[in-house]
């Protein structure tokens, strides 16, 4: 059995792991890409494309669909995984979300996905705004389903309860990694509260008309061990997860964690086999994959 990876490389001097070559991106500036650079623009909204430098937003992008970060673009939370911006957030601009389903509506989408930074400033972590902005897009665009993808609130039970309210047709909070590196990883976050956030959501969803499915996902590459991995996809199952992702993490600076190993094509592909073994209904699994990576695969699932 090949040995566990050490969860920082650089301990021993060795630098920073070269790069596989299936981790290679190719740019692609098509008029689709151009499109929405310019209407995100135009309209002043923020992306996680852009502000967490997705490794995905050329093939997105030119694909048409996109991931919409309102609340600003400053996170009250340093996650040493994480590239946007940390510090004090002075924005809190309720007209965001007449704006961002203003850019669903002309940009047709069919499948919207709307996320924040953490914004533990706010007394409801911002969940009124995202409350807001899924009614917003579905009264401007009523054949789109909206996927949100938010923060843990703290823990608040109120705050899950009034963005489930709102009726998203897939409720996502990634875990992020297995339950020992949640500390080293995560800023301020608890790998028992997210897993109650994500249970809470289950149970709301079952009392809809139109249940929502609950989405989770985590980054491999950072330490973690294969047990680990297993316990925490059952973790998600036994709160109620029926759509996964598995993505290689990967560092965005000198600054952030480093990559312990990059994990083969090959391996992410048996773990979307034991996630499905496992009951989850969807999974996409990959070294490029992030949260929102096509979310429009699932959509005949949520259609409404």
Not at 48 to 64: D, K, L, Q, S, T
Not at 238 to 254: D, F, H
Request: charged content about 20%; hydrophobic content about 40%.
């Amino acid at each position: 059995m090949t040995p566990e990876p050490a969860l920082d490389p650089n301990l021993n001097g060795a630098g920073p792991l070269p790069k596989p070559p299936w981790l290679k991106v190719r740019l692609q500036h098509g008029p689709r890409y151009q499109e929405l650079a310019a209407l995100t623009g135009e309209l002043a909204i923020h992306t996680v494309c852009r502000e967490a430098r997705c490794p995905n937003i050329y093939e997105c992008w030119n694909a048409g669909t996109a991931t919409f970060m309102i609340l600003g673009s400053v996170c009250t939370r340093a996650c040493r995984f994480c590239a946007v911006d940390f510090g004090l957030p002075t924005e809190l601009d309720l007209q965001e979300p007449q704006r961002v389903a203003e850019a669903v509506a002309r940009l047709r989408l069919d499948h919207a996905v709307i996320t924040s930074v953490a914004r533990d400033d706010l007394a409801d972590g911002g969940a009124s705004v995202f409350a807001a902005t899924v009614e917003a897009v579905k009264a401007a665009s009523p054949g789109t389903t909206v996927e949100v993808l938010v923060p843990d609130f703290g823990g608040s039970q109120e705050a899950v309860a009034a963005v489930m309210a709102a009726g998203p047709a897939v409720f996502n909070h990634n875990i992020e990694t297995v339950e020992r590196l949640t500390p080293l990883v995560r800023s301020r976050a608890r790998y028992r509260r997210s897993l109650a956030v994500l249970a809470q959501a289950a149970r709301l969803a079952r009392e809809q008309e139109e249940p929502a499915l609950i989405k989770s996902g985590l980054m491999l590459g950072l330490g973690e061990h294969r047990e680990e991995v297993e316990q925490a996809l059952l973790d998600l199952r036994a709160a109620g997860c029926s759509i996964l992702t598995l993505g290689q993490y990967l560092q965005p600076s000198p600054d952030h964690l480093p990559v312990a190993r990059y994990v083969p094509p090959a391996e992410f592909g048996r773990w979307r086999e034991t996630a499905l073994a496992m009951g989850f209904v969807h999974v996409e699994s990959g070294p490029l994959v992030r949260s929102s990576y096509r979310a429009h695969r699932y959509r005949a699932q949520v259609a409404p």
